[in-house]
């Protein structure tokens, strides 16, 4: 496990990307922050309109992930929950993709494991576009302490005048090199070729004319 987590290949050919992180914060709290929509706003994906948006964290429960009006261009989704173990397990569909969470006490603090599944298509997972207000590789640890800053509102709706600066939280540099490794071509050649299995790096290098060092 690293910094910016592991991407694997899931035996249908999709991509897995995981990130595991011990937070500082109780169990519970991050239960809280997970499956409660107001707790939500305030670090999950920015593109989305929480008002308009629907979450529920119940078994077999209908979601609606309705963007913002810049960002309108994304298309309202559905997703379903398909896992529910208050207050270990959530895992829910968004569109074709699967995001599941995964908690366990761990003294004072608890353990996360957040897996993406999502189709290779030359683009990021839906909670990464536009920014992952704090995801940033699991710096979740953060938003969900008491708030201390108002969440992520568009510009239409707070009323702010044209041309006037407001703050954005982005994806920080974990994060955005996670993406840009996944972008670079070779990388991106590298993952297709392991949808079917396993392959020696030797290969690897031959059908894509590198050196071993520079495929592992």
């Not at 309109?49 to 913002?68: I, K, M, N």
């Not at 704090?134 to 702010?160: E, F, H, L, N, V």
């Not at 041309?163 to 972008?183: D, H, I, S």
């Amino acid at each position: 496990m690293t910094a910016l987590g592991t991407l694997s290949i899931t035996t249908d050919g999709r991509c897995a990307l995981r990130f595991e992180r011990r937070l500082a914060h109780p169990q519970d709290k991050v239960w809280r922050a997970l499956t409660q929509i107001e707790h939500l706003r305030w670090w999950f994906a920015e593109v989305l309109d929480y008002d308009q948006s629907r979450f529920d964290a119940a078994l077999g429960a209908e979601l609606g992930f309705v963007p913002t009006a810049e960002h309108a261009a994304i298309g309202t989704s559905h997703g379903r929950v398909t896992q529910v173990e208050a207050p270990t397990l959530l895992e829910y569909t968004w569109g074709s993709e699967l995001l599941r969470w995964e908690l366990e006490a761990d003294g004072a603090g608890c353990r996360l494991v957040f897996t993406n599944i999502f189709d290779d298509r030359g683009s990021p997972p839906r909670w990464a576009r536009g920014g992952m207000q704090a995801w940033s590789a699991c710096t979740i640890t953060s938003t969900i302490a008491p708030r201390t800053r108002r969440p992520w509102r568009s510009t239409r709706r707070m009323g702010t005048a044209p041309g006037r600066l407001r703050a954005r939280t982005r994806m920080t540099p974990a994060v955005q090199e996670t993406f840009a490794a996944l972008a670079e071509p070779h990388r991106r050649a590298i993952v297709e070729l392991l949808r079917d299995g396993e392959r020696l790096a030797g290969d690897l290098g031959g059908q894509l004319a590198l050196t071993q060092p520079a495929v592992v």
